[in-house]
């Protein structure tokens, strides 16, 4: 539900704008209202699954989430659906945060292990795909209210089921407690980030509203900062960051995010704006990347990994995906499927399929049990910030070029396709630039842990989806 609810919504905001009246520009908040919540609470949702209980904190973001798409469904208003939106992404960093911490707590055997993750990167790496599909078919066949309400029976399911299989489980200790301060204070600086990030190119990159905006987010997070280094029970302990590969692999993260997410979305965008595919034929197109990717996460990786250990699969995975982004950036006008589609996006499936697994597990890999939710917070954030902040950058340099041939006279398609052009080989560079670093900086895993956590096939982090 988390990974497919970023994209199914896509295909239905022609029929959302036309029925509830937004403009062009508030309805950007559709999307925006969920990414802002999404990427603002993963921080606090992983610390709190620490604190006070995986079980616990699953459950209750399955609740939000499932009750926000009701509201969602029914919404008749823009200010109610925005609204919806918001709690539903409060809800998914909730589940998205604790999610990977609860299977590996739970599944303690390396064979069992490896079939619950390995499932749970299936299920990631299908999600947008079958977004993009259903939202397609729900809104033809019914109407957008459905792509909402679609949620409501499996959100049952999945907190009945939870409820009765799930073992209780407790925090490490019942004196626990929050770090208030640095709850509010990272909370708010992630959330000023990515507003800014998401209205960067419509307000302007250098207007005083976004660069106030990321001021305050800097400041806030230098007093998070000053915050945690006095505090006794900090939301996040500075000596996480003592981790190289923690901090290596968030970096890499980030970089990897940004190149991917420009992928699925000037590639969307080239298909269906130049070569004129139909939403569901974007969705269609995608599944051949779907279900490689699907394919190594159900365990070529984990093997991958075992052989070779963390770094070299991120290192090929980011060059293979790197390669992907360079063959769009040459795809012509009358591109073909088979010719100028199909084998980038095998490539971005080879790359995104090997490298993922192993960059969670080099993140988490050396980090205790009891700040593992934390850890995948983290990580989860910096893909998100990585993906919104990369897209929101490509998207500005595409349209200034796109722009600048059109006032030279060039032909629409031909400028739009050449700003998607430059978009494509900035994100071959940040591809590149992850490849890089992963490969200069990140240690080995202690060989005893890599032999027990390398057969865990870790999925892509929930955002991996998102376009």
Not at 62 to 68: E, N, R, S, V
Not at 98 to 117: N, P, Q, W, Y
Request: aromatic share 8%; proline share 4%; charged share 10%.
């Amino acid at each position: 539900m988390i990974v497919l609810d970023v994209t199914i919504v896509n295909v239905a905001l022609p029929s959302i704008r036309e029925d509830l009246g937004f403009s062009q520009t508030s309805l950007a908040w559709v999307v925006n209202a969920y990414l802002l919540t999404f990427g603002g609470f993963l921080l606090l949702a992983g610390r709190l699954g620490d604190l006070y209980g995986h079980r616990r904190l699953f459950l209750t973001g399955i609740a939000l989430f499932t009750t926000a798409s009701l509201a969602c469904g029914l919404s008749t208003t823009q200010g109610l659906l925005i609204t919806a939106r918001a709690i539903q992404g409060f809800g998914g960093a909730i589940v998205a945060a604790v999610a990977l911490s609860l299977i590996m707590t739970l599944f303690t055997e390396a064979g069992d292990r490896a079939k619950a993750m390995g499932v749970f990167g299936f299920v990631a790496a299908g999600g947008g795909t079958v977004g993009v599909l259903l939202g397609g078919i729900l809104t033809d066949l019914l109407t957008w209210h459905w792509i909402f309400l679609v949620n409501i029976p499996v959100g049952i399911a999945v907190f009945a089921l939870c409820a009765v299989l799930l073992p209780a489980s407790r925090g490490p200790a019942s004196e626990a407690r929050l770090d208030i301060g640095g709850a509010i204070t990272v909370t708010a600086a992630l959330m000023l980030a990515v507003y800014a990030i998401v209205n960067g190119n419509s307000n302007g990159w250098t207007s005083a509203e976004t660069l106030g905006l990321l001021g305050a987010a800097i400041v806030l997070f230098g007093i998070f900062l000053a915050l945690e280094a006095r505090v006794a029970a900090p939301l996040m302990p500075l000596s996480l960051f003592k981790h190289r590969n923690l901090s290596v692999a968030n970096v890499t993260a980030m970089l990897s995010a940004a190149s991917m997410f420009a992928m699925f979305f000037f590639s969307a965008l080239y298909m269906q704006l130049v070569l004129g595919y139909s939403p569901l034929e974007v969705g269609f197109a995608y599944v051949p990347n779907s279900v490689l990717m699907a394919a190594l996460s159900l365990g070529i990786s984990a093997k991958i990994v075992m052989r070779f250990g963390v770094k070299p699969p991120i290192v090929v995975g980011m060059l293979f995906s790197a390669t992907s982004l360079l063959l769009f950036a040459r795809a012509p006008v009358d591109g073909s499927y088979a010719v100028d589609l199909l084998p980038p996006l095998i490539l971005l499936a080879l790359g995104a399929g090997i490298a993922f697994n192993p960059m969670l597990l080099a993140a988490m890999g050396d980090v205790d049990q009891s700040e593992a939710g934390l850890a995948s917070g983290v990580v989860n954030t910096s893909f998100m910030m990585g993906g919104a902040l990369g897209l929101a950058i490509l998207a500005s340099i595409a349209a200034s070029r796109t722009d600048n041939l059109l006032a030279s006279g060039e032909e629409q398609l031909v400028a739009l396709n050449s700003g998607y052009h430059v978009a494509f080989l900035v994100g071959a560079i940040f591809a590149i630039g992850a490849s890089t670093i992963a490969g200069a900086l990140l240690r080995p895993l202690p060989q005893g842990a890599q032999a027990h956590e390398g057969s865990e096939a870790i999925g892509p982090p929930a955002m991996a989806d998102a376009d």
